[in-house]
């Protein structure tokens, strides 16, 4: 059974930064868009589940980040800074005069949490799907972590290939299991491609496989979201491994002590990936907190 789309998305491209663009807007009479940023290795095309189940008054863009799903890959590599002035970008094209609600998702959250901290002028309200950072690091992970980056740049990176479009959808149904089956068809047709010989990969860089040389530093994205004035919700799903993995960097008082205005729910039965295994659930929440 496929999934039946409710609100089909108008696509465009937009030239941002040198790059190409994939934008999926649904347009609604509210004239505030709220943007969507998709996780690693996503697109901002399986919003759609989330999309269907927001009240249809609601504007909603969501993009393909750079080297994901449809945008094109910059021929430079990627770093995360990148994320941030793609998105700075986008909202000069899209919202120039206006504060803007933004919902991110794992990557896409982090991107929110620390764009609200460099431009908290530019945002109004944010959501943040598991979007909690990345876990400290230590001046000692150095070399090892440079010597994999150059062993990489030499070797270069690749993502699985699959015979079929059949066998990646029993792969995202093994990784996933609580994603509807429906749900996993259209995941799959948004993230990977049939070429001729009818070999199925993935729509995205394998540089994005590259191990990051630079140590994530948690300090400097804390005290990114020390500066964020807009309200922030988090939400955490009751069955992720990474909420627990990252549970010491949760707690309510830690939270307390480094955003101004922060509450945090979860979503019963949803691991990492809520926004395709308990869509409905989600919305609820960010219509609830967003009206």
Same mark, same amino acid.
């Given at each position: ?6 609100? !089909?998305? @108008?696509?465009?491209?937009? +030239? ?15 004239? #505030? ?41 910059? $021929? ?5 800074? #990148? ?14 005069? +206006? ?9 896409? *959250?982090?991107? =929110? ?10 945002? +109004? ?7 909690? *950072? ?7 992970? !150095? ?8 062993? $990489? ?9 699959? &015979? &079929? ?16 089956? /429906? ?13 001729? #010989? ?11 496989? +590259? =191990? ?15 500066? %964020? =004035? ?5 939400? @955490?799903? &009751? ?7 990252? /549970? ?9 002590? %480094?955003?101004? &205005? @922060? ?29």
């Amino acid at each position: 059974m496929n999934y039946v789309v409710r609100r !089909a998305p @108008v696509l465009e491209t937009l +030239r941002l930064r040198g790059l190409d663009f994939q934008l999926y807007r649904w347009a609604g009479t509210d004239p #505030d868009p709220i943007v969507l940023l998709h996780g690693w290795g996503d697109t901002g095309e399986t919003w759609q589940f989330v999309v269907d189940a927001l009240p249809q008054h609601r504007t909603l863009i969501a993009f393909d980040a750079r080297g994901f799903g449809r945008t094109q890959w910059p $021929e430079d590599g990627y770093w995360f800074p #990148d994320y941030l002035a793609d998105l700075d970008a986008l909202l000069a094209a899209i919202a120039p005069d +206006r504060r803007v609600r933004l919902v991110g998702h794992s990557m896409g *959250g982090n991107v =929110t949490l620390m764009y609200a901290g460099v431009r908290p002028e530019r945002v +109004r309200q944010l959501v943040s799907l598991e979007g909690f *950072g990345l876990a400290r690091t230590e001046p000692d992970q !150095a070399p090892l972590r440079y010597r994999e980056w150059l062993d $990489e740049i030499g070797g270069g990176t690749a993502f699985a290939r699959y &015979d &079929d479009f059949a066998q990646f959808e029993k792969v995202l149904t093994r990784r996933n299991p609580r994603t509807p089956a /429906s749900h996993i068809r259209f995941i799959a047709q948004s993230w990977a491609r049939r070429h001729e #010989d009818g070999v199925v990969d993935l729509r995205a860089d394998p540089r994005h496989k +590259r =191990t990051n040389p630079v140590l994530y530093q948690r300090e400097q994205a804390e005290a990114c979201w020390q500066r %964020i =004035t807009a309200p922030v919700l988090y939400v @955490v799903g &009751d069955a992720s491994d990474m909420a627990r993995r990252m /549970s010491g960097e949760m707690s309510p008082d830690r939270l307390q002590a %480094i955003f101004r &205005d @922060v509450r945090t729910v979860t979503v019963a039965g949803a691991g990492h990936m809520m926004h395709h295994e308990q869509p409905a659930a989600v919305a609820e929440l960010i219509e609830t907190f967003f009206r």
